[in-house]
């Protein structure tokens, strides 16, 4: 099912924002030299989507004035909610429904998010999508969304969240086949009928849940935020402000997997430093303990704005193991000190990169003193960052032993 269309929610005023959404639209806010809104419509300009249908209402004008002709390949097309001041998103998505007659996105204004979220999203073989994030304790302040066998059984605020079932939060974007749009329309219409336009979108899903199959996406892992509050702005900014792309730059390099983290996502424990006293090379690599500064590293990464967690995944059998772990290491610091060039470049005077395994830039191992002390780097493990335990909370697990494939798994910190 290719998609095409996404319909975009921003016609609401953010109270909790106030006095800058007293003259703005919060989908207009600055992310460096670009906004939140302008961020989403190049992210699925990028993914192939055509038409943009934007529900405006509050500063309408302005919104429409800053958009004028900045996007060539996606066409943008206003409806305007004159009630938006006293109606909620059900009101603004049914004043769509004339163009609701393909599949679409449905994408909340106030969220930002990483263009793999959405590409995972739009290419997900299920043709009704949603994107539940089951990393974050569900609230009742939040769209939250009860799932059993992958699929929601149901959605919406003040949702009773019970221990014995599994339960997560709606990211604010939705995929939707064209016979499910109808379904939708016709409930939401039987709402809109009976004056019911402060409701949220989700409650007319509800109620045709029991005859679609709605797959919850897990997009744990994946930077998203919705800007409703001044610290989501602020986090926002330094996530997807100058600094990002350089997850897209370590993709073309060559790296697997890439996830952008903040630095209260690493999981520290002093064992996975006490680990290096069983290597082979220990009291031997220049980069390793115990050659290394006895630094507080925790404290050290802490004090960054934001990292990548950058993988290589390498496949192997039993025959070339030492010469594939050799490749990978060798293959992850290049990509590394890449990047830290151009987050450097991006008036980061503080970035730097921690390799995965021992430094293996020499191929006879290390000499007395370090022969390239500007490339060679300090493994992440030597820092006493818990990469397995890490990597888990952003959706990765490593089994181990490992079989057939091995990932090499370093660290750039920006700042
Ligand atoms: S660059 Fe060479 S000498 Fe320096 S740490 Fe790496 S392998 Fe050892």
New binding site residues.
Partial sequence: MSIKKAVILVAGYEKKLSPLTDEMHQCLFKLGDTTVIENMLTKLGNQGIKEAILIVGHKAEIIKQKLKDKFKGLKIKYIYNREFKKTNVIYSLWLARHELNDAFLLIDGDLICEEDLLSNIIHAKQKDVIAIDFSIQPSKNHIVAKIVKNEVVSVGKNLKVKRDSLFGQSVGIEKFSSKTASLFINEMDNLIKKGKKQLYYEDALNLILNKIHLFALDVRGFNWLEIDRTEEFEKAKKLFGNTADLKKQAKVLGATEVYTIFPSDLIFDERARLKCFDCKNYNQ????PPKIPNLDYKNILLKYKKGLIVAVKMKFNNKNLERKRRESTNKLHKILLKLEKSAFNQDNHYTLSFIGG?????SN???P?????Q???IPVEATGVDVVETLKKLGLSLKFPAKKYFYRVGLLMVG
Wanted: with cysteine; charged share 20%.
């Fill in positions: 690599k220049n980069t390793c021992s430094c293996k830039l020499c191992g290390c000499s003193t370090c022969k390239f002390p490339a060679s780097r």
